[in-house]
């Protein structure tokens, strides 16, 4: 019983650094798209030094061996590609034509539409609790996002920018489920996951990017900007690292109850806004209780069932 719960408070704290590291990811990837450096090239920057670093992590803690695909190379760059490209690629797009608050809300939606791509493939219908506690988080980070003015989400809706975070969002869950299926079927590490899967959907993100370049549809930023958004592209290679933590939550929780946790990632960037001086509304604190508790609940429900299967 009491290994249960120790590998559950573990688990958690892993999706805790990674909502905390996608928190402040999404306002350096606001500015610096607003500074200049487009969806495109912005995705390269953080993909290609940020797969570097991963792959370093891995090779240092689990050797050259473990950098090897074991006939699985086709696999993990095509969800690879699904992950990294589809979810960098049409989020920083997508909120150039959308909102912050459209983009966090639509990234609410995530444990649902895992749910949903879950009951799909495995034919099951999805856990009441959790479905309801999914509907609580979401309803919580609603009230965080919009303050209770649902005027100003209206009138700063996008439709095109919706649907490119929408399909990002998907992206990343159906990678999610990959990269949970691999690591419990061939035992792998969520590191090793993590570094072959984003180093291989590099190839993608590069030519994807040439192509847009070539189309006009992407331009290489000045120096000039690279210099006013060094912070930002400091933040979102480091944050790169996150995925790792991601996946070994996931592994641990489950995709449906782990991801879950994205829910957080509203009240994260909600706190950081409180730490710069934003001014705060009781609606906003209590969108973020209504949050907090219904991840508690969730939590404790899991525990429940873990121990009765035991």
Not at 19 to 24: E, R
Not at 65 to 84: D, H, N, P, R
């Amino acid at each position: 019983m009491k290994d249960i719960r120790i590998e559950h408070y573990k688990y958690t704290l892993y999706l805790l650094v990674t909502v905390f590291g996608w928190g402040i990811m999404y306002p350096a990837s606001k500015h610096a798209v607003s500074s200049g450096i487009d969806g495109y090239y912005l995705t390269v920057i953080r993909y290609v030094l940020g797969a570097f670093l991963v792959s370093i992590v891995l090779l240092v803690i689990e050797g050259k061996k473990s950098y090897q695909t074991e006939g699985k190379a086709f696999q993990l760059w095509l969800f690879g590609t699904i992950g990294f490209a589809g979810l960098n690629f049409l989020t920083f797009i997508g909120i150039g034509f959308s909102s912050a608050e459209h983009a966090t809300i639509i990234l609410a939606l995530m444990p649902m539409l895992s749910m949903i791509l879950s009951s799909i493939l495995n034919h099951n219908i999805p856990n009441i609790k959790t479905s309801l506690c999914t509907l609580l988080a979401f309803v919580g980070i609603v009230l965080v996002i919009t303050n209770g003015d649902f005027n100003h989400l209206i009138a700063s809706s996008s439709f095109l920018g919706d649907v490119l975070l929408l399909a990002a969002t998907i992206c990343w869950v159906i990678y999610t489920y990959f990269a949970n299926m691999v690591m419990t079927k061939h035992k792998w590490s969520a590191l090793r996951v993590t570094a072959l899967s984003s180093s291989l959907s590099v190839i993608s993100i590069m030519t994807i990017t040439l192509i847009a370049s070539f189309l006009g549809l992407a331009k290489l930023p000045s120096l000039s900007v690279f210099i006013t958004s060094g912070f930002d592209i400091f933040i979102l290679v480091i944050t790169t690292l996150v995925i790792i933590t991601w996946n070994a939550g996931i592994n641990g929780l489950g995709a449906i109850n782990g991801i879950l946790f994205v829910n957080l990632v509203p009240v994260i960037s909600f706190i950081i806004g409180i730490y710069q001086g934003h001014s705060i509304s009781y609606i906003e604190i209590i969108g973020a209780i209504i949050t907090i508790i219904a991840l508690i609940f969730n939590n404790i429900f899991m525990r429940k069932n873990d121990s009765k299967q035991k």
